[in-house]
């Protein structure tokens, strides 16, 4: 079960830097993966995938690739947050 885990914060790892490569690139990918919503409903999907891969992270099996997960999951965390707090205080209309 812990195994899965593992393969489960890759995955959420892997959609969650998905999202904010297509930020660059039209953002085709983090249309899909947010259910073309927008709003409040997008910052939440927009986080969500990098606190998935941060829980399942922690429930994994401990050897050396959790530490691995661990600190990918805190930097796309990180990442997506900073993305959203820009997003939503910095363009906002005067």
Known sequence: MRSILSIL???FSLLGLSNIISLAN???I???LTFDTAG???IF???LYGV???VC???AKKDR???LLLAGSVILIAATLTLSFVGMYGFQQP
């Open 9 to 11: 914060s890759f995955i």
């Open 26 to 28: 039209r953002g085709v």
């Open 30 to 32: 983090t249309e899909m």
């Open 40 to 42: 409040g409903s997008f």
């Open 45 to 47: 999907l927009f986080n």
């Open 52 to 54: 998935l891969a941060f």
């Open 57 to 59: 992270a922690v429930l």
């Open 65 to 67: 690739y959790r530490i």
